[in-house]
């Protein structure tokens, strides 16, 4: 049913997973902004519509990035419900975080692209980077880091030609709403930062 046409947009058909991953999806990112621990709950629903989505474009990167988000979802929920009790505050990222993340990100997106080569991806290079790109955004969301924004607003530039190459245009579209969303949570968040 998710995989079920809804409507066209610009001429390409609509599925369910990805309308309601449109809906999610901004949903998740206001509630980031707004650091409302109710973006994790949001944010697996949109995954696993998102799952769905990706796997009928053959983004199987980003099909498993949704898995790993609903993981790194729980882990974030359970990391702000235990900072709830006190007070939760956004912090600048250390240069060991920072350079640790970069790190990881470039040695993902190594490992990944042959990985997604021999799966026949469809853009196993942006695939890898893009996916490897969120995890350490993800990651530093879940710590409440104010730099997890320059990763997202990074992301979400390359993610919005790549969706409308493989004919998501809705999902484009989305990624357009989240580059907005991402910039307005920086200078929020901004704002708050000890």
Not at 20 to 42: D, K, S
Not at 56 to 62: G, N, P
């Amino acid at each position: 049913m998710l995989t079920k046409n809804v409507f066209e947009l610009l001429g390409e058909p609509v599925t369910w997973a990805e309308l309601l991953g449109f809906v999610t999806g901004i949903a998740c990112v206001a509630l980031a902004v707004a650091q409302r621990i109710e973006t994790f709950p949001v944010g697996i629903a949109n995954n696993a519509f998102f799952i769905v989505l990706f796997v009928d474009a053959r983004l199987f990167a980003d099909a498993g990035l949704q898995v790993v988000y609903v993981v790194l979802g729980f882990m974030g929920w359970w990391v702000w419900a235990m900072r709830s009790r006190g007070p939760l505050v956004v912090e600048r990222a250390s240069f060991r975080l920072l350079l640790g993340t970069t790190l990881a990100v470039g040695a993902a997106t190594l490992v990944l692209v042959p990985i997604l080569r021999a799966a026949h991806g469809a853009a196993p290079g942006w695939d890898a980077l893009t996916t490897s790109m969120s995890l350490g955004a993800q990651l530093l969301l879940n710590l409440k880091r104010l730099e997890t924004w320059y990763v997202w607003i990074a992301v979400d530039v390359i993610y919005v030609p790549l969706y409308l190459s493989r004919d998501l245009n809705l999902t484009a579209l989305v990624y357009v709403v989240f580059l907005g969303l991402c910039v307005m949570g920086w200078r929020q968040w901004r704002l708050v930062t000890v």
